[in-house]
């Protein structure tokens, strides 16, 4: 570390790309292959590398009582600190700084670090942790500590993401980038992918499963001619209202990941059963949902967000919880198939071989099928023996043939209470972690509020020092009852003024939040409305952002709860005919289920 802390220091002080990345290929040429691979997972801001499944088990309790330990400090000190940098690392470094203490007599090493790591995981009790935590840490000069404590709180930030060390280990050892990139791809360990690049063998990388891969992503557009700007041919499908899961199955074993390549198995494990029906070895791309089962007369659909909510999280999922909330897995892409890795061939044959992985499938799922109109059915592709407690769906492909179809598509999507459409180029590779236009996703935002501001946070990293995040409410009766908080959507320039304002009419400081006069309107948009424990008015929004300041309206004038519960009713299906809170934005009337 001693070494490495440096380093980080002058990634961080350039803004430049190319300067960032040659930092790191000149720290990790002058290493051994050991020092380079570890050094490698560090910069990569974690402790271990993606597909190992160890974690160190320390939060930032943990290291508050290691820090105030090691320091001497009280609380009030800390606190302090943290909300000059608001970052635990730096806070850290400033306060062991102004600490006279004698150096530490043998400098500390990465590969010291990375052994105390393990330790670390390995270790069992909050009382030992602490301790490894603290004994770590006591080696370490205050530089070092800032950048110890960063790595195991997994955020560097320091401008460093993992495809920066990709490039630095390619300049260090003078080898394709892309090489380097598709061996950490089917590794998971860019550690081990570093070793490969200083032996000139990226080439033998095998692909590894029960690692998560990145996501593609897709690039927004405000309209149906917009989308069909930047294709010739393309597919569309439902955008779902559910979290996108990544789904690594083999013989039976089979483990799920989340867009943040967390791994979210143990909250869905009958969807783990169900998706054990697949042969050999497949990784597929698809949606989570909460899902409303066939019942007579009734067709099955995706449920809202707010649904699924109710499982995520949850470390043990019981079978009241599954009946209560039902899950499925909508599929829509592969990745890994047949031994191979197809992230290279175009979407028409990704799709050709998904068709064909559901056809073989041992207990086969339900294939969803849909009409030009956008209607959709359901049938096995055989009749399965047993129901399976969850259910693994091929998400259905439409075709739209121009804007005025892809509305038509748009609104019937809106109608099966899904957050509207992808759309998506035939032609296009899956890209890990990238995005453009191949896939493109067409949705509007349910409807806007004017809400006043309760309380207020200060924010993080450039952030820290104004107050950014604001919770809000809205009207009832003579009261406000809190319904959501919001951290985008205000300049730079409009923040610092509110910052301002805020501190002058500050009703009661509780360090790190504020409780404030309610005086402050917002506009603020939002994809759907959720019932919720956390607030008073027994409601939560879904992706709440900030339109704008409303300095022309009083708070008086905000919107109240009953203006909640009607547009809570109409995403519901209930009081379509009634025009209940029917103040959507100007792009969504007309798209109204």
Known sequence: MYLLAPACEAIARTTKK?????????????????????????????????????????????????????????????????????????????????????????????????????????????????????????????????????????????????????????????????????????????????????????????????????????????????????????????????????????????????????????????????????????????????????????????????????????????????????????????????????????????????DGIFSRARRPALVRTANAQGRLTFEPAVQAETQASAEVIRAPVLRADSPAHLDELFAAAQARGNEGLMIKDVESPYTPGRRGQSWVKLKRELARLDVVVTSVEYGHGKRASVLSDYTFAVRDGDRLVNIGKAYSGLTDKEIAAMTEWFLAHTLADHGFWREVEPKIVLEVAFNAVMRSDRHESGYALRFPRILRLRDDKPPEEADNIERVRGIYARQHGKNRESGVGSRESPNTSKNRP
């Not at 050991?34 to 930032?60: C, H, I, K, M, N």
């Not at 074993?253 to 943040?260: D, K, N």
């Not at 029906?277 to 949606?287: A, N, P, R």
């Open 18 to 354: 190319l300067e960032k990345t040659q930092i790191v290929a000149d720290y990790l040429r002058a290493r051994s292959a050991d020092e380079a691979a570890a050094s490698a997972v560090f910069l990569s801001g974690r402790p271990f590398p993606t597909y190992d499944e160890a974690t160190l088990g320390v939060g930032g309790t943990h290291l508050w009582r290691a820090m105030k330990e090691l320091s001497g400090k009280t609380d009030a000190v800390l606190t302090a600190a943290y909300r000059r940098h608001g970052d635990l690392g730096a806070a850290a470094c400033d306060i062991l700084s102004a600490t006279h203490q004698e150096p530490p007599p043998q400098p500390l090493n990465v590969l010291q670090v990375e052994q105390a790591f393990r330790q670390i995981a390995n270790t069992r009790g909050t009382a030992a942790k602490l301790k490894l935590v603290s004994d770590l840490l006591a080696q370490a000069t205050p530089l070092e500590t800032k950048y110890l404590v960063k790595i195991m709180t997994g955020d560097l930030r320091i401008g460093m993401k993992e495809s920066l060390v990709e490039e630095g280990i390619a300049k260090a050892y003078g080898r394709d980038v892309r090489a380097v990139q598709r061996a950490n791809m089917m590794l998971g360990d860019i550690g081990e992918t570093c070793r490969l690049a200083i032996a000139d063998r990226l080439a033998e990388a095998r692909m590894r499963l029960f690692h998560p891969i990145g996501f593609m992503l897709a690039s927004p557009v405000q309209s149906a001619e917009e989308a069909f700007s930047f294709f010739q041919h393309a597919q569309v499908e439902d955008k779902y209202d559910g979290i996108r899961a990544q789904a690594h199955c083999r013989e039976g074993e089979v483990r799920l990941f989340s867009r943040t390549l967390d791994e979210v198995t143990g909250s869905f494990p009958e969807l783990a059963e169900a998706l054990a029906q697949f042969s050999g070895e497949v990784i597929l791309d698809g949606e989570i949902v909460a899902w409303n089962r066939a019942e007579p007369n009734v067709e099955s659909h995706a449920l809202p967000f707010s649904e699924l909510q109710k499982r995520l999280g949850r470390k043990t999922v019981t079978e009241t919880m599954k009946r209560a909330v039902p899950v499925a897995y909508m599929a829509f892409d592969v990745l890994y198939a047949n031994g191979k890795l197809v992230i290279d061939q175009p979407l028409r044959r990704r799709a050709a071989i998904l």
